[in-house]
């Protein structure tokens, strides 16, 4: 439809206040960390069979792998009874950063998307489940640098973390993530790279359903002239 002209009063106030008033804001997009911005698998099956040498445990580290996302207790108690799970858990964690950090990759896109929010003048934020103090260790090692990092939150957690941020979307890869967007106000933008595939994450109520970041910048251009 074309634009709509208006006549403009003397010295052209009346155009710099239309200008004004349909300025997009700025956006504050949220994102998830693992099978989202992070291939962790690598780093994460190594962690797991190390964990099952020490504790002489069979862990199934290729099945846990296919499941990321929630948070570790949940992967844990398929291996572990119910009275070792937090022992095990702080075990974890304590080898994560020695073994899980170097073998674990950017996902395609994942710089990328980071910027394009940069460059619509806007804050990016990751909200993950993982440990806070490894989450960051992943994005220092591949020189991803967020505004914010909030770990140690799952599903509708992170509801909390993005509405104090004033996140308007969320982007991740798990239908925990887009309960986790719903329940904060936020457009949920999902994508296939997880364990959830584009069928699920819509029927969970995604709004947006991606192949991948590598086609976020696109999508986000295309995203604020519309909400503008």
């Not at 700025?26 to 989202?36: E, H, I, K, S």
Request: aromatic share 6%.
């Amino acid at each position: 439809m074309p634009a709509r002209l208006h006549a403009c009063p003397p010295h052209g106030l009346g155009t710099m206040a239309h200008m004004a008033s349909t300025r997009f804001p700025a956006p504050t997009v949220g994102f998830d960390l693992d099978m989202t911005l992070i291939d962790s698998r690598p780093g994460i099956r190594a962690c797991y069979l190390a964990l099952s040498e020490q504790t002489g445990t069979y862990i199934d580290a290729d099945l846990a792998v296919t499941r990321l996302g929630p948070p570790l207790a949940q992967e844990l108690i398929h291996w572990f009874p119910a009275e070792r799970i937090e022992p095990m858990a702080d075990l974890y964690r304590s080898m994560y950063p020695a073994i899980a950090i170097v073998p674990t990759p950017a996902m395609p896109g994942a710089r990328e998307a980071i910027a394009a929010v940069r460059a619509a003048g806007g804050r990016a934020i990751v909200v993950t489940a993982k440990h806070e103090p490894n989450a960051k260790l992943h994005l220092e090692h591949l020189g991803i640098e967020p505004d914010a990092v909030i770990g140690d939150l799952w599903a509708e957690q992170k509801a909390d973390a993005l509405r104090e941020h004033g996140a308007g979307v969320y982007v991740g890869d798990h239908v925990g993530d887009v309960r986790g967007a719903r329940k904060a106000g936020a457009l949920s933008v999902a994508v296939a790279t997880g364990p959830c595939d584009a069928d699920e994450l819509s029927a969970a109520g995604a709004d947006v359903v991606l192949g991948d970041l590598t086609e976020f910048p696109e999508w986000l251009s295309a995203y604020r002239p519309a909400r503008a």
